[in-house]
């Protein structure tokens, strides 16, 4: 079968060469023989070529790859591996789908696109974090995972190298791996070294990159970045090192180029006042910036870049003053570019001036000296062995110089730049190992090639040889672990074109030596190249020059311009002018030039010598050229990447237009031969580049097979006996271990073989097919002629019967049409003769009358018109005015109505309404009483102008009788007289109409002004029953459901705060779990343990002194204190200041009142000891007693100091630590304990202080006589002075009332002595006159005590009044102003003012109350506290009295228990708690408890919890809840990974909660109670703070529960969904070769999960949910969580993996989904919204499956696609791959019409799904039906500590 093959035969498609696309298809339309001299082709365009081919002519051309092999994602696939099919496969990928990279082997070509992608963002980072590299799409993302996996699994330094020429995407990619480095391997702790790593880009790109014609972003240097990782692979540092600036282009760039971006960002911000000083203007008025002539680049804002340099050096810790000193460096070379340098006449010679601006800059800028300068900038130092000489400079010379100190100058800076970053950047810890990213400069060739380019392309030699090493290498251990023969390949090795470069006496020799010949020159240099290694094969002289040489590179041939070698190679600056930048006064400038030593860094793995070599003495001058610094930091680079594992990433510029996806054939040609793509792909064709597994093999082949072959059981030996057959040569195949492997082309021929299989049967089945449809065709035919035949017949029959009937009805009506038709017509005409005349008679008539009618209605309509035009001006300008007043009013009433429907919706307007209502009335009122006096008065003047006007009328008449009764005077004067007349009359009549007019608007104003009072207090009934309504409606709103809209938008906005609730509380355990970590690796790293004294607690621990008495008000602020610890909990209390303030006060407050005591104590004694007789002994005793007492209650005090200063060490310990928003338990639950106990003790000891008191006086009094007690009764109630009763708590004054100090017995007395232990019982009274005296002494000093009280309470109080006094005034004055304010200020403004003011002080009133509400609530907590204080020991009091008091029984006397009722309560003991908490929290296991009630510990604690609150035992319930949450929390911190344990104590927690909720006692939770149930409700304590601690536990275990069961599942998602074959051979296999790119896949591991697996797994998480008891609702939401990861997982998957993306995977997808489906039905959780979290990939199933071709297709895919965004439609129609050659690809026209459709759709922008999205939990209220007096606890516990109650 073999030997009949024929590859060029007819229809054959092959690549034929061409100058204008560089490689062109073509088709075989005759067959082509061996010896034939032309083989005839047919061309794309249809035309016809006669291609000749033979010895004489060319090779026989490529052959083009199947169609559905076009489009692969490895080139290496390919079954054709040559130049035309990589060129093809990626202009097809790149311009059709748009992928930009495309794997070549192990290198990943990456083609720069020239437009924003969104393929860079997080979610695509976490898609490929952890996957292999072959199952993804290529990305750039995939090479850094791969070097991070194997860093880690290897435990070997990984390179990244990242090559291309300027403007093909080398610095972007490096950005982006650098970015995925970043994330995925975070610092471990707050120092953000990914950020800082990330942040050095922006300040390199500004010093290192340059606008080229190439590239607008041109990286003019190269960088190598190690990125350093700790044992546990987090980012810990970093180091960069660059290589070869080009330092030329700060002096000089060519055309249409740009400087260093820094010069043009700092010139573009020189306006701002910092740089003002740098004298700095356009770019365009510098030299160094102005040579390219375009200091613009289109799309780029330089001053907002230069914001981005200085928040990136910000950042990297670079100060603001060394900022300013760079800056300033990098203006002054500006400006040294600008100095102006004049020659002088004799041309050896040449000065600069010193009033020249820029050289004034310069020299300031840098601190030099400017005439030092400005004589050094034109001379030089010559020195000899003997003597030195000055020599003047040449302007050319002159030039030159100040042009190497400019670069010279930027070469430092960027170099100290540099060093500070990898200073920023370095770790403190040990580097355990680095993953290095490489971008540097690919192979270059110009016009003119200088020495910068024969550097480049030298550098590109060396990598290019490691590459090729490299690749072998993989090839050569592929072979090997398949077992397959190895045969030496040869590829190109250029270590001959490196040895003529670098080796001795080569072309870097040659140069170095030229530059130490005194007077060397480049042709010179040139002459010796040429004598010495004209004979290289890779060395050439070119025909018409000898000053250039051309090197024959591994990529092209190059031809280099000797000109300038020299000069670069050597960087000569003169010492005399850094000399003067040494001394310059600026520290920074100085530094810059001081030459330091160099240090060789510390490497923790490799041996990595520095970038520069360590000095030698022997060959100084040598060391100084660049071309040597080059090599040698060239070897070192060298050294680093063989001592890491290489991955490569080629970069390619598809054209030099920098057009969005537009692809150059002939650029691309040449930068894959440049690149060494080209190399890689020569390399594995000329082994076995087609790679397939066995199984792969058999599932696509098997059609091949015979029927016999498809029983045997071995799949292996199947596929060795098929290719034996099949093919016949076997060096075409090899069979490794796992894999066959084809030699180029194989592949191709057995897919021609499979379709042509597939062709014989298709036309088999057609043949059949095809006939069966004709027999069926031509029965169908006949039948039908026979039907028309017959129908024929009867119609012509019929029709020749209408025929004759139709002729003879013709006949008669043709004769009765004529008569009727003549008749008619004359008719007609005598119509016609008599109208006209009529007509004609009428026309003369009417003219003649139309003439005279004609002037009539002229002058009517002249009239009207000018009547009319005059009214439509008058009415226009009438609805002119009114249309604007009515707009202006309308526009004013509509921001009236706005402002009222405003003010309406608050409930603060209707106070405002009803407040101010009656202000508007009265205002009303009382501008109807100025209307009404306006109103007199108007009448008045009317009626003042009536009499007037009468009078003179009547005046008037009477002259007119006088004038008629002379009857002198003309008719003229008469005529005047009664005009004069009639006008007064008509005055007359105006002046009534206007009063009548007048009358009518005061009525109507008056009535309007009623209405409108009317209107208002309808308005303000109508607003207080509207109020009444909103609050019923609101009232209704909150216990009834609203609307669906409202409660949609409602749930939304309650999901989102629930959501962002939930995500505060997941930070908050992340939080928590790094405080635990940190903690742990802080106390391992710790030398010693104990406490540590810092900052915080120095200032506590220097003060120690004793406690004294304290009064009930600084106790109250204690507990106020522990009381704000409570609310706002230890974290926030660790770190609030005033508990510290408070508890720091208090202890000042205690030092204080103890020396005044003590001061008090000691001036007592002096006065007793002055004044007072002798005491007696009985007196004495006491005194000693007193004494003893008060140091014991010292003691005790110095005892709780101390408990305090441990308490504060405690928290402030807390509050340094990194991270205090975490909850330590143990600080936590000291706080509490010590605080209560504190609180506790010093309030007994003080009762116990002021008992004793009492006691000695009370017993002294009751053993005098009676007269005594008498007169010392007056002198005991004036011992209870305002200070000491200010001090006792009226339950003590009440304990101390006389009554009860009568009631102490003699024995009682004994009894409290016997407690003391030093009071006698009886002894020696001294004489009663003594004692008479010492009781008036005592009294006189307690009433002098009392006086002094007394006047300084007087004192107080006086000082009150007068400030009392003094704010009265402040005050009135303030309401003088008030009213001087408002008596000035319109009535209108004045009400607006006043309604303004009341509502100020209702607001302030208000706040007050609160707070005032606020005090009291806080004192009636306190007062509640002491009371249960007081009320325990009260009854402690009176059982002991009872005890004593009760008389011995004279018999036994038994007494019987009742029995009662269990009341669901358990009794636990304090010292039983820790027990309770080991055997129900800590060592509980969930299948111990499995067969009893679920959420039996949640029962158990409750009923603890109940017992606890029946007693009223507020410290135990604290306790137990507090220490139940810390156990479960460390339980769950124990258990992370266990989803059954974090199952369980969900469960129990939201029981927990229920519980506290159903027995709460409030309404809201009692209505689905029992009787009993609301019998056991809680009395007296609320626990609603606890209740939001559980819920917020509750919700941060469900997180963990979703964690663990997204960790367990995720690892099924991609092969349970995608991969496996749940309809069995439905899914074909690609005909691609299997390429192994990733050395980190698992080969050895077992197969792929199944659906079922999948299924199995969820099934489980359902079973142990249900069995434990959780919540259906929180089991749904479990599940909708897990449905929504399976759904991104897997859609995430698929947009990013083309060999998925078909129809046969669609089809498994879809019976995927369905199975779900149907798993959710069968455990009842369809309901649970989880199968809408399917619905993007069940579209995208159908997307895969529907018909992809006309615009109709496209209509449907955008309505059937709805929960997919365009991105994702667009994105997987370009990844449809048809399984064979019967399928079509989706056209590019067909995507570009689904691209193009305006469409709604959420994220519309968002390519891939966000994994880690979590649906805001809800616990709903779910009450418990099980009665806590039935609940039976299991012997197995161990609980027999507890007792039933």
């Known amino acids: 079968m073999a030997a009949e093959y024929n590859p060029y035969c007819k229809y054959t498609r092959v690549w034929i060469p061409d100058p204008s696309e560089v490689w062109k298809a073509a088709e075989i339309i005759r067959d082509f023989k061996e010896g034939e001299p032309e083989l005839l082709l047919r061309l794309e365009d249809d035309t016809t070529l006669a291609y000749p081919v033979g010895p004489k002519g060319k090779p026989l051309p ?97 390179s990244i190298i990242v090559s291309g020429e300027s403007g093909a995407g080398k610095t972007v990619s490096a950005k982006y791996a650098m970015r995925f480095f970043a994330t995925v391997g975070g610092s471990a702790n707050d120092t953000n070294v990914e950020e800082k790593v990330l942040a050095s880009s922006p300040i390199m790109e500004a010093i290192g990159n340059a606008k080229t014609t190439r590239n607008d972003n041109s990286s003019r240097f190269g960088k190598y970045i190690q990125i350093g990782f700790s044992r546990h692979f987090h980012i810990i540092g970093a180091n960069m090192r660059t290589y070869l600036l080009e330092k030329s282009r700060v002096v000089f760039q060519a055309e249409d180029e740009r400087n260093y971006h820094i010069f043009y960002q700092l010139c573009a911000s020189s306006s701002l006042p910092e740089f003002r000083e740098l004298g700095l203007t356009s770019a365009e008025d510098f030299n160094f910036t102005s040579l390219g002539e375009n200091i613009f680049i289109e799309g780029v804002n330089d001053a907002d870049d230069f914001k981005k340099t200085r928040e990136a050096l910000t950042m990297l810790g670079i100060k603001e003053s060394s900022q300013s000193s760079i800056f300033k460096v990098v203006a002054s070379i500006l400006h040294l570019g600008n100095i102006e340098i004049c020659a002088e006449r004799d041309g050896e010679s040449c000065h600069v001036s010193r009033d020249d601006l820029h050289l004034q800059h310069f020299s300031r800028l840098l601190g030099v000296e400017l005439q030092q300068m400005e ?142 010949v005194p007077k060397g020159t480049d042709q010179n240099w040139a002459q010796k190249l040429y004598q010495k290694h004209l004979s290289s094969a890779h060395f050439q002289k070119p025909r ?14 190059v031809e280099y311009e000797c000109e300038g070698f020299l000069e670069k190679n050597r960087d000569t600056v003169y010492e005399e002018q850094i000399n003067i930048l040494k001394a310059s006064q600026f520290q920074l400038v100085a530094d810059l030039f001081n030459e330091k030593e160099d240090v060789v860094p510390k490497s923790s793995r490799v041996n990595v010598r520095p970038a520069k070599p360590t000095p030698r003495p022997a ?129 191709a021929y057995l897919e021609k073989l499979r379709a042509d299989r597939f062709r014989s049967a298709c036309i088999r089945i057609q043949k059949t097919v095809r006939g069966w449809l004709q027999r069926v065709r031509f029965l169908k035919i006949r039948k039908t002629a026979v039907t028309l035949q017959r129908y024929g017949r009867g119609f012509m029959a019929r029709r020749h019967a209408d025929f004759l009937r139709q002729t003879r009805a013709a006949l008669i009506c043709q004769k009765q049409l004529r008569m009727v038709r003549d008749r008619q017509a004359f008719l007609r005409v005598r119509r016609a003769a008599a109208t006209i005349q009529a007509f004609t008679r009428g026309m003369f008539t009417r003219r003649i009358f139309k003439e005279f009618l004609l002037h009539h209605k002229a002058m009517i309509i002249q009239r009207c018109v000018r009547g009319w035009l005059q009214r439509r001006k008058f009415q226009r300008s009438r609805a002119a005015a009114i249309t604007l007043q009515c707009a202006f009013r309308c526009v004013r009433a509509k921001r009236r109505v706005q402002q009222l429907k405003a003010e309406a919706r608050s409930a603060q307007h209707l106070k405002k309404l009803n407040s101010g209502m009656e202000n508007k009335i009265v205002q009303l009122q009382r501008k109807m009483d100025d209307k009404s006096k306006e109103q007199r008065f108007q009448n008045e003047q009317l009626l003042q102008v009536n009499s007037s006007l009468g009078g003179e009328v009547k005046l008037l008449q009477k002259k007119l009788q006088e004038v008629s009764s002379l009857q002198q005077g003309g008719g003229g004067q008469l005529a005047s007289l009664h005009d004069e007349l009639q006008r007064l009359r008509e005055e007359l009549q105006e002046a009534h109409a206007l009063r009548g007019k007048l009358q009518e608007e005061h009525a109507n104003e008056k009535q309007g002004l009623t209405q409108r009072v009317e209107e208002l207090q309808k308005e303000n009934s109508l607003l207080k029953s509207e109020k009444e309504e909103m609050n019923q409606k609101i009232l209704k709103l909150t216990r009834s459901s609203a609307e669906e809209g409202s409660r949609a938008s409602l749930q939304e906005e309650l999901d989102e705060e629930r959501l962002r609730y939930q995500n505060l509380l997941k930070e908050v355990s992340r939080l928590e779990q790094k405080y635990e970590n940190l903690k742990e690796e802080q106390s391992f790293s710790k030398f010693a343990p104990g406490h540590r004294r810092d900052a915080s607690t120095l200032s506590s621990q220097e003060s120690d002194s004793n406690y004294t008495s304290i009064s009930t008000s600084e106790l109250g602020d204690t507990e106020d204190t522990l009381q704000h610890v409570e609310d706002v909990g230890v974290e926030a209390a660790a770190l609030d200041l005033s508990v510290f303030l408070k508890l720091q006060r208090r202890v000042r407050d205690l030092e204080t009142e103890r020396g005044r005591l003590q001061q008090q104590l000691e001036r007592g004694g002096e006065h007793r000891s002055s004044e007072a007789p002798p005491l007696s002994e009985q007196d004495a005793a006491d005194l000693t007693y007193t004494s003893l007492k008060l140091q014991d209650v010292e003691v005790e005090n110095l005892k709780l100091r101390k408990d305090l200063l441990s308490l504060q060490k405690a928290v402030s310990e807390r509050a340094g630590l990194s991270d205090p928003t975490n909850e330590l338990q143990e600080s ?151 009213l001087n304010f408002t008596s000035s200020l319109s009535p209108e403004d004045r009400v607006e003012y006043s309604v303004q003011q009341e509502i100020t002080r209702l607001t302030n009133d208000n706040l007050d109350l609160k707070e005032l509400l606020e005090k009291l609530e806080k004192n009636e907590r306190k007062l509640k506290k002491q009371l249960r204080i007081y009320m325990k020991k009260v009854q402690e009091l009176e059982v002991s009295q009872t005890e004593r008091t009760r008389p011995p029984l004279s018999r036994q006397v038994t007494v019987q228990r009742k029995e009662k009722d269990f009341e669901g309560m358990l009794e636990l003991h304090q010292d039983d708690e820790a027990l309770l908490q080991k055997k129900l929290i800590a060592e509980i296991r969930p299948g111990s408890v499995s067969s009893s009630v679920p959420c039996l510990p949640a029962y158990i604690l409750f009923m603890c919890l109940r017992h606890a609150d029946y007693s ?26 266990d989803f059954e344990m974090t199952c369980f104590w969900l469960a129990n927690t939201s029981r927990l909660l229920h519980c506290l909720k159903q027995y709460s006692g409030e309404q809201a939770f009692m209505t689905q109670n029992s009787v009993k149930q609301n019998e056991h409700c809680l009395k007296n304590f609320d626990l609603t703070e606890y209740r939001q601690v559980l819920s917020d536990m509750s919700i941060q275990v469900y997180q963990q529960l979703i964690r663990v069961a997204e960790a367990s599942i995720q690892p099924m998602i991609v092969s349970a969904m995608l991969e496996s074959e749940s309809i069995p051979s439905l899914a074909g296999v690609k005909p691609m070769g299997y390429r192994n790119r990733s050395s980190s896949m698992d080969l050895d591991g077992g197969g792929g999960f199944t659906l079922q697996a999948l299924i199995r797994q969820l099934s489980l998480f359902s079973c142990v949910m249900s069995e434990h008891g959780l919540d259906p609702e929180i089991r749904g939401q479990v599940v909708r969580q897990l449905f929504h990861c399976i759904n991104a997982v897997t859609l995430n998957n698929l947009l990013l993996r083309k060999d998925v993306c078909s129809w046969s995977n ?92 305006p469409q709604q759709r959420p994220d519309a922008g968002q390519l891939l799904v966000d994994t880690k999205f979590s649906f805001p939990v809800l616990f709903p209220y779910s009450p418990s039906a099980l009665s806590l007096e039935t609940l039976l606890i299991p012997a197995s516990l161990g609980l027999d500590f507890l007792s039933r109650v």
């Open 619 to 747: 060959n100084k001058e040598h060391r100084k050229t660049v071309g040597h610094q080059f090599r040698s930091s060239l070897r070192m680079l060298m050294e680093t990447l063989n001592a890491t594992t290489p991955h490569y990433v080629r970069c390619i510029k598809p054209n030099d237009y920098k057009e969005a996806f537009s692809f150059d054939s002939k650029r691309a040609v040449q930068q894959l031969r440049a690149c060494g793509v080209l190399e890689t792909i020569r390399i594995s064709a000329a082994g076995y580049p087609s790679r397939w597994t066995y199984p792969d093999f058999f599932s696509r082949y098997r059609v091949l097979l015979k029927k016999s072959d498809m029983t045997l059981a071995d799949k292996k030996l199947v596929c060795k006996n098929l290719l034996e057959t099949l093919i016949k040569e076997p060096d075409m195949f090899q069979f490794g271990k796992t894999k066959i492997f084809f030699r180029a082309g194989q592949v």
């Open 544 to 557: 018409m020059s000898n000053t250039s040489f051309i090197i024959n590179h591994f990529a092209d041939k």
């Open 1706 to 1797: 669609g089809m498994q997808l879809r019976y995927n989904t369905s199975q779900l489906e149907e798993w959710l039905r069968a455990n009842s959780l369809f309901q649970s919204k989880a199968s809408v979290c399917l619905e993007p990939i069940i579209q995208a199933a159908q997307l895969l499956q529907v018909k992809k071709k006309t615009t109709q297709d496209a209509e449907a895919i955008c309505s059937l696609c709805s929960a997919m965004s365009t991105q994702q439609i667009v994105k997987i129609l370009n990844l449809y791959t048809p399984l064979n050659e019967f399928e079509e690809r989706v056209t590019v026209s067909f995507i570009r019409s689904i691209q193009n459709r």
């Open 375 to 516: 004589h050094w900038l034109c001379h030089r130092k010559l020195v000899t062995s003997s003597e030195t000489y000055l020599k003047t400079m040449s302007k050319k010379q002159a030039e030159n110089a100040r042009n190497a100190l400019a670069k010279h100058i930027y070469a430092r800076m960027f170099d100290w730049i540099v060093e500070h970053i990898n200073k920023v950047l370095q770790s403190s810890s040990k580097q355990h190992s680095f993953i290095g990213v490489l971008d540097i400069y690919g192979f270059e060739t110009f016009e003119v090639n200088s020495f910068e380019q024969f550097c480049i392309n030298y550098a590109n030699e060396k990598l290019q040889q490691q590459f090729n090493s490299h690749v072998f290498k993989l090839e050569q251990e592929e072979y090997m672990k398949e077992l397959i023969p190895w045969t030496l390949i040869d590829f190109c090795d250029n270590q001959p074109c490196i040895d003529l470069i670098e080796a001795r006496l080569g072309i870097l020799d040659l140069l170095d030596e030229e530059c130490k």
């Open 62 to 158: 490529f052959l083009r790859n199947p169609d559905i092999l076009v489009g692969e994602n490895d080139l290496t696939v390919l079954s054709y591996l040559h130049e035309p099919a990589v060129l093809h496969n990626l202009r097809v990928r790149f311009l059709e789908p748009n992928h930009i990279y495309t794997y070549c082997g192990i290198v990943l070509v990456a083609i720069n696109p020239y437009d924003q992608l969104h393929i860079y963002g997080e979610e695509v980072i976490r898609a490929y974090s952890g996957q292999n590299m072959g199952d993804m799409d290529p990305h750039i993302f995939a090479v850094a995972e791969e070097a991070y996996k194997q860093m880690g699994r290897d435990e070997r330094n990984q």
């Open 1228 to 1378: 936590h639950a000291l706080l509490m304990s010590q605080l209560r106990s504190a609180n506790e003790e010093l309030e007994a000891r003080k009762e116990e202080v002021l008992i004793l008191r009492t006691q000695i006086i009370s017993s002294a009094h009751k053993e005098q006589s009676p007269a005594h007690q008498k007169e010392q009764s007056p002198a005991h109630q004036i011992e209870q002075s305002p200070a000491h009763q200010k001090e006792q708590s009226p339950a003590h004054l009440k304990e101390q009332s006389p009554a009860h100090q009568k009631e102490q017995s003699p024995a009682h007395l004994k009894e409290q002595s016997s407690d003391g232990a030093i009071v006698s019982e009886q002894g020696t009274l001294p004489e009663k006159q003594e004692s008479v005296c010492a009781g008036e002494c005592e009294s006189k000093r307690l009433l002098e005590v009392q006086l002094q009280a007394q006047t300084r309470r007087h004192g107080d109080e006086l000082t009150a009044l007068h400030t009392q006094i003094e704010l009265l005034k402040a005050d009135i004055e303030k309401k003088q102003e008030l």
């Open 1512 to 1537: 009223n035992d507020d410290q135990k319930v604290e306790s137990l809840l507090t220490q139940s949450i810390n156990s479960i929390k460390r339980v769950l911190k124990k258990n992370s990974a």
